[in-house]
């Protein structure tokens, strides 16, 4: 099976505008998970869907947003970029098959706000 | 909200030492996950325990779970210089979301 794909891997952008980042999972895995992680906070969860709902959401401010789509792909959006949401975003999908939670992350997408 | 204490946050060895990390909770967890990432990578999932006192094995790694589900580690018998990189403990929380440690960063001089 292909592994989770992550789009872009890299990006760069100024403080204010917004970005969408986005997130194939395996197949068949119907839970998408997004974490940010940085030198400072170690990985936090950002946000978890799963068939198109927002099953649960990390402490993050509203700026961060996400949907899933019948698919299974997933974005997330980061409007009024700020100099702190630099940042490695790493989506993981899960297949929840048994009650495991078992997190396959893809490559990730670094976010560098100027 | 719940969190996963996680030391040591560095852990230098020799090739060939062990090496040892610890995840520790103050509420009872339902099971822990670890992961390894290493340097540029991704954080890939090794295992995930569940029972009270469980312990498995994955060649020289050694993981346990506490008796009272509130504790786990992660050993690694002499270490070689493809075991570097930042191990993660993970827990679920009473949400149901991923809580991890901050990870321990090992380095391995050959």
């Known amino acids: 099976k292909a592994g989770v794909t992550q789009t872009p891997r890299y990006l760069i952008k100024t403080r204010g505008q917004q970005v969408t980042l986005s997130c194939s999972p395996i197949s068949g895995h119907r839970s998408v998970s997004w974490y940010q992680q940085t030198p400072g906070q170690g990985l936090q969860f950002l946000f978890e869907y799963f068939s198109e709902t927002q099953r649960n959401k990390g402490n993050f401010p509203g700026r961060f947003s996400g949907r899933q789509f019948s698919n299974s792909r997933s974005e997330m959006n980061v409007s009024t970029l700020e100099l702190g949401d630099s940042a490695l975003y790493l989506c993981?999908?899960?297949?929840?098959?048994?009650?495991?939670?078992?997190?396959?992350f893809g490559p990730g997408t670094r976010l560098t706000v100027t | 909200g719940q969190q996963v204490m996680q030391i040591p946050q560095y852990q230098h060895v020799q090739e060939g030492e062990d090496f040892t990390t610890y995840c520790n909770s103050s509420t009872t967890l339902s099971n822990i996950q670890w992961y390894k990432q290493r340097p540029g990578g991704h954080p890939v999932f090794l295992i995930q325990?569940?029972?009270?006192?469980e312990v498995k094995k994955q060649k020289r790694l050694t993981f346990q779970f506490g008796e009272a589900k509130k504790n786990s580690s992660l050993h690694i018998t002499a270490t070689q210089t493809t075991d570097v990189g930042t191990y993660f403990c993970a827990a679920l929380d009473q949400g149901g979301k991923l809580i991890f440690g901050q990870g321990t960063e090992l380095s391995v001089k050959p």
């Open positions: 325990l569940v029972k009270s006192g």
């Open positions: 993981a999908s899960s297949s929840l098959a048994g009650g495991t939670y078992e997190q396959y």
